[in-house]
Structure formats: structure tokens, C-alpha cells
């Protein structure tokens, strides 16, 4: 196999495997990409390869600073992304930004502004930008960036940022793949109240109101109180949150948000939090991948939701109650299963 | 078989079920008793004479109005139960009262205030009062309770009240097993902003600011006032949620907040959303009961915790992949299935 056409998964062997590894460990932006691709690809002809590369590049991994970013579209994450790589990659650090949300400015937006921005900060050679994988499911996307971000992180990334929208479950899905979480907002009443509904309270551990600048520092000071007192008031366990203005347009205000990111990890990585929270994840990671598969049976086309008019009729009828059709559908489906016992094992 | 010691479900033959199930049927308010005692059973070998009793009662279910009220401890749950069943009770409707956590006031509670009271509305003729089921798991206290309301409906009870408290998982557990679903509220700044992290505006039919009572009736007044401005604000799907404030104590108070009730009620029965929600809802339960049961092979005892730390060790030595991980976990459990098979077929 040549090396100017990179490397194809189809029919690769072990020691193909290996090479591909050294490429993307010895810094190949190429095959770093191609490995992106072939985690991310929907096909399931593709799952054992990832997993192949995959096994031999987790020993490599871990070394970097996981960073989730979220706020909802228009909070001004791209402008703030793009500011924070380039401070940390003109301080010698190599950042890889990936995202969770196919809607995301990182994979192009809509917004022309954001895709200039972002395209600028993917030309330093510092820096690696991917754009968020088009998966099925938000599940199945929030897998995929975590299995990219190993893959950055044995590709020598020591900073690795993960933007997500602020909505629905990928906030929670990037928050439990990352070390420290921030969450941007706009100093709007609405914003603050819609803030905390989302559970930000709980789950950032920095809450960044942003565009603090020209007409709206003040609004933006009083929204920063608000989640202070928000905070104080829900008596929730936020006491390791904190609440900045920031404006993602100015260098020195992104910088001290930085440092205020940086002071955090060290803290952590000193006492054993980081590791804990580290090895926690991991579990929950194996855990809910378990769970997903043994859930995703109960998706699948194989007859069982058209079982559930047949059961809901027998209920009604009186032949059968709502556990025993419950555990008649699990049933079946564990019956089933041995059935379509493939060479990857079981359906993905 | 003795009618004076009841019915036992050990050793019941078909005809005995039939028997049982023709007492609750005409009213007798002590095997309606035991028959709620026996689906909230958790032992392993009440699950298919529960289920045998269910069978034939099921088909005399649903014609009751099913109501959930919920509030944070202190909200005057009980109070409000206590007013609103006797207002029904008097009226001519046979009530059922149903209590989803173990901690409410229905099954003792901690205040005597509220057992003398719940005792009184006990008392009625035309009221069932059913404590509340110690159940392992708040899931399978849920679906007890839902069990409960299928035989009291049977046994001819005309509405069901089922209390939950305003916390955790309960709330929307209640409300996916209710027509109309009526939440408490204090009249106190934070608990408003509690109530939208809770969802309350999402989850909610009727938010009802109680207490508003001599010195509380205008921070009652304002409360409810900015549960509508969330309302707007957050552009959630509230556009069927009624906020209104309300004393527990006063009866014509109560009695309004019933008026509200009954015709939200009226409304969607003559359209056909009832019938669509209700017909969602078992659906929804079906699916739910498989999901729990699959999920619930992860939690056996039989050596699958312990696997996770193997995996992990595995994993940071390249051995295997988060994902395989998953799907090994996930595969010795289905393999085991098959060695666990006992009478009722598959462990609950």
C-alpha cells in the first residue's frame, strides 16, 4: 500500500494496522484524518477496522486536556473557539477541535463569518479542526467524537476542545466525555431562565456570559449575577462553578478565561479528582455502551414494534398484561438474537 | 377457600383467580386490598399470580379519570387530596388516593397533621386510600402503582388520585400514567425557580400556587404571575398549562381548582387527544418494561460489575476498545440469559 494514497481499512492486516498507527502517532494530519473518518463512518463493515486502530492507539491517548464548549447558536462559541486555539497554539500548545452537533459552526454553519473564522484557525499548524461526523443518532455522534478524540490524542494533540450546542442531550454527552466544561451564554433574561432549565447550574464548571462588551458589559454583569444567585438559591452542587463575563472578541478576556480553565485542571490533576473523574467516565462510557446495544435491540426493524399492536390488543383483551408484554417483547428479542449471530457478533 | 381469610395467591387455581377477581369487582374493598398487596409483592414468585389477577381485571380498567398531584414536601399535597377527594367523594364519585413514593404523606408520612388527616378521607364510604408500596427501585414502585390504579379502577373506582412527590423521576413517571397532571407550588421566589428547572411547565396541566391564604394571597398572586411569564419567556409547549393560585383549605377554593380539572378533561375527551394519550401511554409502558428489564441485566449480581474493572485494565492496555468493551458486557449477558431460565422465564 502506498503511502500518498493513505490508508483504506478494506482488507488492511495487522501489520497495516500498526503502520497506520505510527503515521498518525508520528503526526501525519492525513491519516489522523482518514482514522477520523473510518471512526466515524456509519458503515457496519467498518466498526471492527476502527476498533483495530483504535486498540492500538487508546495506550497513547489520555494525555490531553479534554475541554467541552457549549452554548445555544448565536452565544458566539466559533468566535471564542477560534480566539481560545489561537492562544493556546501560539503558546506552543497543539489544539484539535472537534464537535458533537452536525449543525455546528465547526462543521461549516451557516453563518459565512464563522466558516471564515474557523478555516483560519485550521490553517495553523498547531491546530487540527474537524468537522463534527454526520451520525444517525446524537448517541451514536457523541461515540464517534470520543473515539476521535483518542485518536487526536495519540496523533500528540495536548488540548482537545469539543463544542456542542447547548440542547437537548449532547450537552450531557460532551460534559461526560471532557475534564472541564464551559458553557457560554448571552447576557438576555430569557438566556439566564432558559440557562437553567438546561441544568447549566450543575453541569458547567464555567459559565461564561459572553459579548460582555460596548453597550452590553452591563447587562452582561447583571446576567453573570443572576446565575451567581441562581446558583446560592437552587443550593445545587455548583460549588465548584464559576461565573465570568467574557467577550470572545477581545485576546485578554479569552486569556483570562483561559487561565481560569488552566487554574481549575491544575487544581484537580493535584488532589486525585481529575483521575477519579477520568476513570469514572470510562465506566460510564462501557456501561452505556452496553446499554445502548441491549436498547438499540428493541430499535430494530426485526418485527418488534410491530409487536406492539398485537400486544396492546391483547392487553385490552384480557390474554396478557402490560409486564407480561413487556417482557415478551425483551424475550423476543433475546431469542432472536442468536439468530442473527454475524461476524461482528451482534447488530451494532 | 374461605371468603372470612381471603384470598391467598399461593396455590390459587384459574378458578380461584376468577373468584378473587369477582370480589374486587363487586366492591370488596379487602380483596381489592390484597390484591394491590400482591402486585406490589416483590417477590419473585407473586409476579405470575399478580399478573394472573391483572389478566382478568384489566378489561374493567380505564374508565377512571387518573389524576396526578405533585409538590415538593410541604406544598400542602395532602391537604388538597384530603379536600379534593372529599369535595369528589360528596359529589357521588367513588376516589381512589394512590401514592407513588414511600415517603409521602399517604402512606403515614411524618407529620401526624396530615396522617389524622388522610385517615378522615379514608374513612369515606366512597374513598380508597392506599398507602404507598415499598418497592425496590422507583421504576418498579411505579409500575405497582400503575398496577394498583388498574384494580381499583375495576373495582369501580371513578377517579384516582395518584400523589408523587415534586423531585427526581417520580414526577414524570406519575405524569406519564395520568390524564391531567396537577402540580403544587409555594409561594416563595425559589421554589418558582425550582419549579422550571424541575420542568414544571413542560410536565404540568395545572400549576397550582397554593397557601394563598391570608398574608400569602399576593406572593401567591406574584408567583403564579411569573410562572406565566416562564411560560411565554421559555416558548416552551405550555400552551395547555393553566396557572392558578389556590388554598387547600378552602373548599370553594379546591373546588374550583376541580372545575379547571373537569373540563380540561371534558375538552380532551371530546376531541380525541384522551384517548390518543392514553393509548401513547401504554405503549410507552410496554416499551418501558422491556427497556427495564433488558437494562436490569446489567445490574445482576452475576458478575457483571466486577467485568468492568477487567475492561477498564483491558482497555488502557490496548487488549480491547471502549466499544468492544460494551458489547462484551453486553454479550455475556445475553449468553447468560440462557443458564438463568427458570419458571418465569426470565429474572425480572
Known sequence: MSRKSGFDARGLDAK?????????????????????TLVESNR??????????????????????????????????STFIEMLGRILAEDGHKVAVLAVDPSSPVSGGSILGDKTRMADLSRMDQVFVRPSPA????????????????????AGYDTVLVETVGAGQSEWRVSSMTDLFIVLMLPNAGDV?????????????????????????????????????ALQITDVDGSGTTVRTCSA???????????????????RKEDSSFDEKRRTQLRQWIRSLAEDSLLQLLEDDRGFPGMLDELEREISEGKTTPLRAGLSLRNRIIREIGRWNSKSGLPL
Do not use: H
Request: hydrophobic share 40%; net charge neutral.
Open 16 to 36: 497495516g494496522f500498526d503502520a497506520w498507527a505510527d503515521a498518525i502517532r508520528t503526526g501525519s494530519r492525513r491519516d489522523l484524518a482518514r482514522g477520523i
Open 44 to 77: 457496519i463493515e467498518d466498526v471492527e477496522p476502527a476498533q483495530e486502530l483504535l486498540e492500538r492507539l487508546i495506550p497513547f491517548s489520555g494525555s490531553a486536556d479534554r475541554i467541552g464548549i457549549s452554548g445555544m447558536p448565536g452565544a458566539g462559541k
Open 135 to 154: 451520525g444517525r443518532t446524537p448517541g451514536g455522534v457523541a461515540r464517534k467524537t470520543r473515539e476521535a478524540m483518542l485518536l487526536c490524542e495519540a
Open 193 to 229: 431562565l432558559q440557562g437553567i432549565k438546561r441544568g447549566i447550574l450543575e453541569m458547567s464548571d464555567i459559565i461564561l456570559v459572553n459579548k460582555a462588551d460596548g453597550t452590553r458589559r452591563e447587562a452582561a454583569a447583571e446576567a453573570a449575577e443572576q446565575y451567581r444567585n
Open 249 to 267: 472578541l477581545d485576546r485578554a478576556s479569552v486569556n483570562e478565561c483561559r487561565r481560569v480553565a488552566s487554574e481549575m485542571l491544575s487544581t
